[in-house]
C-alpha cells in the first residue's frame, strides 16, 4: 500500500481509506469495531467519518457512527491513525441535524460547536481532517476558512478539506485563500467510481494544478458495481431500503446508482474482473487507485468479509490493456452521475 499527501498538508495517509458511514445502522458496534480492527491490521492508518452518519440520517442516530469510532480509538496510539470527520453544511437536503439549532450553515459558530462536539464524541482532543459535508454556497469562502483556521490555530484541526463541492466551487475557495490569507483546502472529497467519472474532467485538473488531493468516495457505486443488484434487489441493500422505504429523494438517488446503464456496465466490469482473476470490489478499488490527483480511496463495509474484498486492491496493479477494456465500457456505455444531483443530495 502506498502513502501519498494530503494537499500541501503534512499529512500523509494510506491510499485506502476505512470509511464508516454504515456503523451504526447497518454494522452494530462489535461488528464496526471487527472491520476497524480488519482495516488497520491490514495496513490502513486513515479512518473517514462524518457527525451526520451513520446513512441514511436521521436525528435518532446523529453522532453514533463518531461515537463507535471514538470507543475504538482508545484501543489505539491515537498518534496511529489519521482521522478525518466532517461538519454537515446546509446543502444535503434530508433532514436538519438535530443540534446546532437545525442549522447547519458554515459559519464560526456552528463550525466550532460542531467540531467540539465531534471531538467529545470520538474521545479525542485534535481531528486531522476536518471537511465540509456539503459546501455552503450563501456563505463568503473566506469567512469559511477563516473560521476554520482558528480551530487549526488552536490546534483542534490539523488540516481542512471539502466535499461534494464543484469544480467552481473549489477554486472560488482557492481563490479566497489566496486573497484573504486564510487556510487553503487541502482535499475534496467527491463522489468518483467506475460508474461516475465526471471528477476525470474539470475537477481533476483542479486538483492537479491546485495540489488539492481528491478522496473518492462510493467507488464500488453504492455497492452496484459488486454486481449484487444486478439479479435482483438485494435484502439489506442500502438502495433496495432507499427504492421500497425511502423518501423522493433518497429514490432518486437509488434510481441515478441502480438502472440499465448501471447494471449493464457492472456486467461488462465483473467480467474484465473475472479474467484477470480479482473479485469485481478489488478491480473498481484498483482503478480508482491509480489516478494521479487520488489521494485516498475511501472504502465501505457491513461486513469483515465485504471489507476483505475491497483489501485485494492493496497490491494490486490493473496493465494498460486491463485499463483500456475498462475505458471501452465507459464508451459504450456512458453513465456517469449528473453533478448537479450528487450536489443537491
Given at each position: 500500500?502506498?502513502?501519498?499527501?494530503?494537499?500541501q498538508?503534512?499529512?500523509?495517509?494510506?491510499?485506502?481509506c476505512?470509511?464508516?458511514?454504515t456503523f451504526?445502522?447497518?454494522?452494530?458496534e462489535s461488528?464496526s469495531?471487527?472491520?476497524?480492527?480488519?482495516a488497520?491490521?491490514?495496513g490502513i492508518?486513515?479512518?473517514?467519518a462524518?457527525?451526520?452518519?451513520?446513512?441514511p440520517?436521521?436525528?435518532?442516530?446523529f453522532?453514533?457512527?463518531e461515537?463507535i469510532?471514538?470507543?475504538?480509538?482508545?484501543t489505539?496510539?491515537r498518534d496511529?491513525?489519521?482521522?478525518?470527520?466532517?461538519?454537515t453544511g446546509?446543502g444535503?437536503?434530508?433532514?436538519?441535524?438535530p443540534?446546532?439549532?437545525?442549522?447547519t450553515?458554515?459559519?464560526?459558530?456552528?463550525?466550532?460547536?460542531a467540531?467540539e462536539?465531534?471531538l467529545?464524541r470520538?474521545?479525542t482532543?485534535?481531528?486531522?481532517l476536518y471537511?465540509?459535508h456539503?459546501?455552503?454556497?450563501?456563505?463568503r469562502?473566506?469567512d469559511?476558512?477563516?473560521?476554520l483556521?482558528?480551530l487549526m490555530?488552536?490546534?483542534?484541526?490539523?488540516?481542512?478539506?471539502?466535499?461534494n463541492?464543484?469544480s467552481w466551487?473549489?477554486?472560488k475557495?482557492?481563490?479566497?485563500?489566496d486573497k484573504?490569507?486564510t487556510?487553503r483546502?487541502?482535499?475534496?472529497?467527491?463522489?468518483?467510481?467506475?460508474i461516475?467519472?465526471r471528477c476525470?474532467?474539470?475537477?481533476a485538473q483542479?486538483?492537479r494544478?491546485?495540489a488539492?488531493?481528491l478522496?473518492?468516495?462510493s467507488?464500488?457505486?453504492?455497492?452496484?458495481?459488486?454486481?449484487?443488484y444486478?439479479?435482483?434487489?438485494?435484502?439489506?441493500?442500502?438502495?433496495?431500503?432507499?427504492?421500497?422505504?425511502?423518501?423522493?429523494r433518497?429514490k432518486v438517488?437509488a434510481a441515478?446508482?441502480?438502472?440499465?446503464r448501471?447494471l449493464e456496465?457492472?456486467?461488462?466490469f465483473?467480467?474484465?474482473?473475472e479474467?484477470?482473476d480479482?473479485?469485481?470490489?478489488?478491480l473498481?478499488?484498483a482503478?480508482?487507485?491509480q489516478?494521479?490527483f487520488?489521494?485516498?480511496?475511501?472504502?465501505?463495509?457491513t461486513?469483515?468479509k465485504?471489507?476483505?474484498?475491497?483489501?485485494?486492491?492493496?497490491?494490486?496493479?490493473?496493465?494498460?490493456?486491463?485499463?483500456?477494456?475498462?475505458?471501452e465500457?465507459e464508451?459504450?456505455?456512458?453513465?456517469s452521475?449528473?453533478?448537479?444531483?450528487?450536489r443537491r443530495?
Amino acid at each position: 500500500m502506498e502513502r501519498r499527501r494530503l494537499g500541501q498538508s503534512g499529512i500523509s495517509v494510506t491510499d485506502i481509506c476505512m470509511g464508516t458511514m454504515t456503523f451504526g445502522s447497518q454494522c452494530d458496534e462489535s461488528t464496526s469495531h471487527a472491520i476497524l480492527d480488519c482495516a488497520v491490521d491490514a495496513g490502513i492508518d486513515f479512518l473517514d467519518a462524518a457527525e451526520m452518519y451513520p446513512v441514511p440520517p436521521t436525528a435518532e442516530l446523529f453522532g453514533r457512527t463518531e461515537e463507535i469510532v471514538g470507543r475504538w480509538l482508545q484501543t489505539r496510539p491515537r498518534d496511529q491513525v489519521i482521522v478525518a470527520t466532517k461538519i454537515t453544511g446546509p446543502g444535503h437536503g434530508w433532514f436538519s441535524p438535530p443540534v446546532r439549532g437545525g442549522r447547519t450553515a458554515l459559519d464560526a459558530l456552528q463550525l466550532t460547536r460542531a467540531v467540539e462536539a465531534s471531538l467529545q464524541r470520538l474521545r479525542t482532543d485534535y481531528i486531522d481532517l476536518y471537511q465540509t459535508h456539503w459546501p455552503d454556497h450563501h456563505m463568503r469562502y473566506e469567512d469559511t476558512l477563516a473560521a476554520l483556521g482558528k480551530l487549526m490555530d488552536q490546534g483542534k484541526v490539523r488540516a481542512i478539506g471539502c466535499s461534494n463541492e464543484t469544480s467552481w466551487g473549489l477554486m472560488k475557495s482557492l481563490w479566497a485563500a489566496d486573497k484573504h490569507g486564510t487556510p487553503r483546502y487541502d482535499t475534496v472529497q467527491n463522489n468518483f467510481s467506475l460508474i461516475n467519472r465526471r471528477c476525470e474532467s474539470e475537477l481533476a485538473q483542479v486538483c492537479r494544478q491546485e495540489a488539492v488531493s481528491l478522496l473518492p468516495y462510493s467507488p464500488l457505486g453504492g455497492g452496484v458495481l459488486t454486481g449484487k443488484y444486478n439479479e435482483q434487489l438485494p435484502l439489506g441493500g442500502r438502495f433496495t431500503d432507499y427504492i421500497q422505504n425511502g423518501g423522493p429523494r433518497q429514490k432518486v438517488m437509488a434510481a441515478r446508482f441502480v438502472n440499465d446503464r448501471t447494471l449493464e456496465a457492472t456486467r461488462r466490469f465483473g467480467r474484465i474482473a473475472e479474467d484477470i482473476d480479482v473479485s469485481p470490489a478489488a478491480l473498481a478499488v484498483a482503478w480508482s487507485r491509480q489516478h494521479d490527483f487520488v489521494a485516498s480511496t475511501i472504502i465501505g463495509a457491513t461486513s469483515v468479509k465485504q471489507l476483505t474484498e475491497s483489501l485485494e486492491a492493496i497490491d494490486l496493479i490493473l496493465d494498460s490493456e486491463t485499463l483500456e477494456r475498462i475505458d471501452e465500457v465507459e464508451t459504450d456505455i456512458p453513465c456517469s452521475l449528473r453533478e448537479d444531483g450528487l450536489r443537491r443530495l
